[in-house]
């Protein structure tokens, strides 16, 4: 009985423990969580309001203005040998409200800057886009986890 106590008392504290290691980052018109373990960089935009934060293993980035939102399938194709990308993934699911196409794809180097894997949303016709460049593909469910995080302030 004991055994079971003290374990049931373990198991809740560690799933209390990792669920404080998240936060809300106020992003003015929209909120979303991440894990503490990123920092804010000085990224900024100039005709929209961008950030960037990073952690050991991600690099997150949005983008939230006239010029985002806009479906990714033009990333199918590699830019230079306008070959299909085989890595390439897409779907859509909806998040607070709104279409969201969310894609992955590698990045071969010198592209990827120690970050090969690059999961990205499109909110579509909602003006945000927010990007994870991850070290790894099991980085990925933290990534969507940030994203199905999104919320919208009612205007």
């Known amino acids: 009985m004991r055994f079971v106590l003290l374990l049931s008392v373990l198991l809740v504290g560690c799933a209390t423990r990792h669920e404080a290691q998240w936060r809300t980052y106020d992003a003015g018109q929209f909120t979303f969580s991440l ?20 952690s050991r293993d991600m690099r997150l980035g949005f983008d939230f ?4 939102g806009h479906p990714l399938d033009d990333l199918s194709t590699d830019p230079n040998s306008f070959q299909p990308r085989p890595s390439y993934t897409s779907h859509i699911e909806s998040i607070a409200g709104h ?9 071969d180097p010198p592209h990827n800057a120690g970050f090969p894997h690059f999961i990205i949303a499109s909110f579509l016709n909602a003006g945000l886009t927010m990007d994870v460049r991850c070290r790894t593909t099991a980085d990925y469910e933290d990534a969507t986890r940030i994203f199905r995080s999104v919320s919208f302030k009612q205007q």
């Not at 894990?35 to 990073?54: L, M, P, Q, R």
């Not at 203005?65 to 985002?68: E, I, K, Q, R, V």
């Open 99 to 107: 279409r969201v196409q969310i894609v992955s794809i590698d990045l």
């Open 35 to 54: 894990s503490s373990d990123f920092h804010k960089t000085s990224a900024h935009g100039i005709d929209s309001y961008v950030s960037e934060f990073e």
């Open 65 to 68: 203005g006239a010029y985002s």
